[in-house]
């Protein structure tokens, strides 16, 4: 994935679910605070994206532009909609969250991990993708 595509995903999760802010978490919410993050880092099609306001409607993003979906056929990535209950992040990762906000996300703003926090979350996981993102990372 690369930060043309994150700013693309935020666009439509935004259009979609109608959240002016949006959290992006998972793998590729590195690319808020690296734009150019090593290709190791970026290897994910698929981009985990939560409505800050109104999280019911993650499973809405999840039908409209998740995996294949016309969008996953047409763009070659894909976003998973989720909800922030299921993800377990340090005490403070709100107040260190990166925004990527600009002419490409069209008014939309995605609120990134912070790589520490991100890095963090996927220890927990403890996933063996995971461990190696994060060794990469």
């Known amino acids: 994935m690369t930060r043309e595509q994150l700013e693309h995903a935020i666009r439509a999760a935004g259009?979609?679910?109608?959240d002016r802010e949006?959290?992006?978490v998972g793998s590729q919410s590195i690319l808020g605070p690296?734009?150019?993050a090593p290709p190791d880092l970026c290897r994910s099609m698929e981009v985990d994206i939560a409505p800050k306001i109104h999280p019911e409607l993650a499973a809405l993003?999840?039908?409209?532009?998740?995996?294949?979906s016309p969008f996953h056929r047409t763009f070659g990535f894909y976003v998973d909609g989720v909800e922030m209950g299921g993800i377990i992040l340090p005490d403070g990762w709100e107040q260190r969250t990166v925004a990527?906000?600009?002419?490409?996300t069209n008014g939309f703003r995605g609120l990134c991990?912070?790589?520490a926090d991100l890095a963090?979350?996927?220890?927990?996981?403890?996933?063996a993708k995971d461990l190696e993102y994060v060794r990469v990372l």
Not at 61 to 68: D, H, Q, R
Not at 100 to 104: A, L, P, Q, T
Not at 120 to 127: E, G, H, P, Q
């Open 15 to 18: 259009a979609i679910s109608g």
């Open 22 to 24: 949006l959290y992006v």
């Open 34 to 36: 690296c734009p150019n």
């Open 61 to 68: 993003i999840e039908g409209s532009i998740g995996e294949l």
């Open 100 to 104: 990527v906000d600009n002419v490409n």
């Open 113 to 115: 991990l912070d790589p």
């Open 120 to 127: 963090a979350s996927k220890l927990v996981a403890r996933r």
